[in-house]
């Protein structure tokens, strides 16, 4: 796509915008509407710094109370031998590796399914001119604020002692589990781990992106943005009253 003079623009380098993406996300946005390969930064950002929590949570956390208290989540009305078995299978290393390799995997299947998600949606749109490719870049920055989830992860896992048990949440600071300190084991954890404050400020870049890219009004950009994330909080739910 060529460069226009509607570029708002201070916004001269990638690396400028992985800085003001954060509190001037509308110049980024105007202004990699009109870039090439400008998201391949915050790409190589959020799929690198993702990894250190897993690592960091798995070095630490006492394993022994991790594998039982996993058991006893996957197999609530087990006995203590069905418990101990199940247990057994884990093992440390094993689970570090594959925590760190299945969150940047998951965050490449999800900015997938949200690229064609809001391509689908702006498609009719007569100012948008942005394929699958450019909504796909676009989700990475919209996945910027998961950065400072992760770097908090890893001050908060960093300060704590070798073989203390930690909730799994520790490498989401910012969800709702944690910040509340609900237990792995009760009923609502999955629910309140999965709201957080940085999957909300992501919702809040989404619209913004939508807003600027598309003739969307801005209230019609937050639904769009927020109706996946919603749809998995509103399942998530029905899963622990049902």
Same mark, same amino acid.
């Given at each position: 796509?060529?460069? !226009?003079?509607?570029?708002?623009?201070?916004? !001269?380098?990638?690396?400028?915008?992985? !800085?003001?993406?954060?509190?001037?996300?509308?110049?980024?946005?105007?202004?990699?509407?009109?870039?090439?390969?400008?998201s391949w930064i915050p790409f190589f950002l959020v799929i690198a710094i993702s990894i250190a929590p897993g690592y960091l949570?798995?070095? !630490?956390?006492?394993?022994?109370?991790?594998?039982?208290?996993?058991?006893?989540?996957?197999?609530?009305?087990?006995?203590?031998?069905e418990l101990e078995a199940i247990s057994n299978t884990m093992e440390q290393g094993f689970m570090s590796m594959t925590t760190m390799i299945s969150i940047p995997i998951a965050f490449v299947i999800v900015t997938a399914i949200l690229g064609g998600y809001y391509t689908l949606c702006t498609r009719n749109d007569d100012k948008s001119v942005h394929g699958y490719t450019d909504w796909y870049g676009a989700m990475w920055w919209m996945l910027m604020p998961t950065l400072i989830?992760?770097?908090?992860?890893?001050v908060y896992l960093s300060l704590q002692t070798a073989g203390t048990p930690i909730s799994q949440a520790a490498m989401a600071p910012l969800s709702l589990a944690f910040i509340f300190g609900i237990e792995m084991t009760d009923q609502w954890y999955g629910l309140l781990e999965a709201i957080r404050f940085d999957s909300l400020w992501t919702i809040a870049l989404g619209a913004i992106c939508l807003n600027s890219w598309t003739n969307f009004t801005m209230r019609k950009s937050i639904i769009i943005a927020a109706l996946p994330s919603v749809l998995i909080w509103s399942i998530t739910l029905l899963f622990v009253v049902l």
């Open positions: 796509m060529q460069e !226009t003079s509607q570029v708002s623009a201070s916004v !001269t380098n990638p690396f400028q915008a992985v !800085t003001e993406i954060f509190y001037r996300p509308r110049a980024v946005f105007d202004t990699i509407a009109v870039k090439d390969n400008w949570y798995f070095s !630490t956390v006492d394993f022994a109370w991790y594998a039982n208290t996993t058991a006893m989540i996957a197999l609530p009305d087990g006995s203590p031998a989830s992760s770097l908090l992860a890893c």
